[in-house]
């Protein structure tokens, strides 16, 4: 089991900045491949951000390309994202993922590839 707790969430004004931190525990954080996905009321969870189990490999969504950065440092069991130029369009709750990898060094980007969430963060973007 692998528990997730993320925490970086608040009020920002259009323009700032944010970083979301994901703090894991239980089993070895070093072989899962991780990723971040957002969802508002009424909508699907959306998919952000993946990293591959050793942060080498990343991707994201066309919507955060360019402004949004994972990163994840197994040393210290933390996966990251730092979010810039924000938007009212980002609002959402944001939640981390995981899933064991095998070291295989691929990323997912769908909400079913990922069997440990973490409870939620609110990140609110005002205009």
């Known amino acids: 089991q692998v528990q997730l707790v993320e925490s970086g969430g608040g009020l920002v004004q259009a323009g700032g900045s944010l970083r979301l931190s994901c703090a894991a525990s239980?089993?070895?954080?070093?072989?899962?491949?991780m990723g971040w996905f957002r969802q508002v009321p009424g909508k699907e969870r959306e998919f952000v951000a993946a990293?591959?189990?050793?942060?080498?490999?990343?991707y994201y969504a066309d919507s955060v390309k360019g402004r949004f950065t994972i990163s994840k440092n197994n040393a210290v069991n933390t996966l990251s994202l730092q979010m810039n130029s924000l938007n009212p369009q980002d609002t959402a709750v944001y939640y981390c993922a995981a899933r064991y990898d095998s070291y295989s060094g691929s990323y997912y980007s769908a909400a079913l590839d990922y069997n440990y969430w973490g409870q939620g963060t609110q990140v609110t973007v005002s205009s």
């Open positions: 239980g089993r070895t954080f070093s072989g899962y491949a």
């Open positions: 990293s591959s189990w050793s942060g080498a490999r990343t």
